[in-house]
């Protein structure tokens, strides 16, 4: 069984803070690919980022960053000097293979994280 | 151009009814899903289709029954609705082809049911 665990609820941060949220996962797969979306208030899921588990590069894309640590089993998102258009819910998902074949895998998503940037 | 859409984007009926959600997608891709979130925001899986077939199959009521009529369109059906049905159900789409678990699915924007 996979799992994907962001342990903060909700978090508050000033205008120009810079931000980490966490994401831990567990699974038995060896190739696996985990994900980063965002869901602002207007509702829509928006594709952020996508990592697979043979890349442990760091990613930087403008002011969002993420850390991906096998031997720690996280992948996390941080923003750097925050902005209220960043005031959001960000899910760390993790796709999983339930069998062989096009189709076959799903996300688990993790319960999400309610980023609320104050100006 | 919208990717995934999805109609109606609010839907309130009373419970025991019948009710349908459309979904379409104009990227291309071959694998379609639903997604139910719920009030607490948790997102989970109920179906997946490739190429109109039915993959992925979680454990909803089998009041649910999605319907493929193309590639491009996945459907949900849902019979004599209660109270619990009451979510944010998410449409998405992925061009997975041969390769696996590695493309990002783009979400519809949700269709908000409320069950009176």
């Known amino acids: 069984a996979q799992k994907v665990t962001q342990a903060q609820t909700e978090i508050s941060v000033v205008e120009k803070e810079d931000v980490t949220l966490d994401c831990v996962y567990e699974t038995r797969d060896t190739t696996y690919y985990l994900f980063w979306y965002k869901q602002p208030p207007s509702g829509e899921l928006v594709f952020l980022i996508r990592r697979n588990s043979f890349d442990e590069q760091n990613e930087i894309s403008g002011r969002y960053s993420w850390n991906f640590q096998k031997s720690t089993s996280s992948f996390n998102f941080t923003i750097t000097a925050s902005q209220v258009v960043d005031s959001a819910v960000y899910f760390c998902?993790?796709?999983?293979?339930?069998?062989?074949?096009?189709?076959?895998?799903?996300?688990?998503f993790g319960k999400g994280t309610k980023l609320s940037v104050i100006p | 151009d919208t990717a995934v859409s999805q109609t109606p984007k609010y839907l309130v009926t009373q419970m025991g009814n019948d009710k349908s959600i459309k979904c379409e997608q104009n990227l291309g891709h071959d694998t379609m899903y639903w997604y139910k979130q719920d009030s607490k925001k948790f997102l989970k899986i109920m179906f997946s289709y490739n190429n109109k077939e039915l993959i992925i199959n979680e454990t909803v009521p089998n009041r649910f029954s999605p319907k493929s009529p193309d590639k491009a369109h996945l459907n949900l059906h849902i019979n004599s609705l209660e109270l619990g049905d009451s979510a944010v159900y998410f449409c998405?789409?992925?061009?997975?082809?041969?390769?696996?678990?590695?493309?990002?699915?783009?979400f519809g924007d949700g269709t908000r049911l409320s069950i009176l």
């Open positions: 998902a993790l796709s999983e293979a339930r069998h062989s074949g096009a189709g076959s895998y799903q996300l688990t």
């Open positions: 998405a789409s992925s061009q997975e082809g041969g390769t696996f678990g590695n493309q990002p699915q783009h």
